[in-house]
């Protein structure tokens, strides 16, 4: 099955620098790619997500890359904010067309004002 | 549209109780899973199903079953509760693209 490793599992930066997560997976055949955030003691909600017919995905602050060959994608968030403060997973479709996600382990991100 | 719905939101059992997470959806999706978050595991999945009548084990199923009658619902059971499955557990349903998630269930099993 599809396996999903994320890291770093804690990130702090300063409010308004850049903020990177990465994750890799090993199914090659998986070709979707979401991010969720999840705030304190709330549900996990989609921020962006990459199919593998896209090499990268940006919507305003927030980009996702994706390298096919080495099988990795990252998150990019740029301008950071105290409210990007959160609990971010990657996930990877396990095997194409599935709809079942494997997810990594989570990265908590700390924005320091 | 209410989403994904979930309930209860709170629960504590004694070891060895049965209980079921109830969960439903209006937004017509075939696609449903079950999954348990833990500190430092993410969400891994229990148990999912493609459509009515139809369901299927994840990486954690040990301990819990589900059944689909409905397109709408999709109730997690769990048979003989352990301390091990102390956890958040979250419904969730997608077109094979956004997976919305319910609220969440905190479970503690004492």
């Known amino acids: 099955g599809e396996n999903v490793e994320q890291h770093p599992s804690t990130l702090s930066v300063q409010e308004g620098d850049s903020a990177v997560i990465k994750c890799t997976y090993s199914?090659?055949?998986?070709?979707?790619f979401p991010w969720y955030k999840q705030e304190l003691g709330k549900r996990p909600q989609l921020i962006i997500d990459?199919?593998?017919?896209?090499g990268e995905k940006k919507d305003q602050r927030i980009a996702v890359t994706l390298n096919k060959t080495a099988k990795h994608f990252s998150l990019h968030i740029t301008e950071t904010q105290p409210e990007d403060s959160a609990v971010y997973f990657c996930?990877?479709?396990?095997?194409?067309?599935?709809?079942?996600?494997?997810f990594g382990k989570g990265t908590k991100l700390s924005v320091i004002p | 549209n209410a989403g994904v719905t979930q309930t209860p939101k709170f629960q504590v059992l004694k070891t060895g109780q049965s209980m079921t997470l109830q969960c439903a959806q209006d937004?017509?999706?075939?696609?449903m899973s079950w999954y348990r978050q833990d500190p430092g595991m993410g969400l891994r999945l229990i148990h999912y199903?493609?459509?009515?009548?139809?369901?299927d084990q994840g990486e954690v199923p040990n301990g819990y079953n589900v059944s689909r009658s409905t397109t709408e619902d999709f109730p997690l059971r769990l048979l003989s509760a352990a301390p091990s499955q102390t956890s958040v557990y979250f419904c969730?349903?997608?077109?094979?693209?956004?997976?919305?998630f319910g609220q969440g269930t905190r479970l503690t099993v004492v």
């Open positions: 969730a349903s997608s077109t094979g693209a956004e997976a919305f």
């Open positions: 199914d090659s055949a998986s070709n979707y």
């Open positions: 990459i199919r593998s017919n896209v």
């Open positions: 996930a990877a479709e396990s095997g194409a067309g599935s709809y079942q996600l494997t």
């Open positions: 937004m017509n999706h075939e696609y």
């Open positions: 199903s493609v459509g009515a009548g139809i369901t």
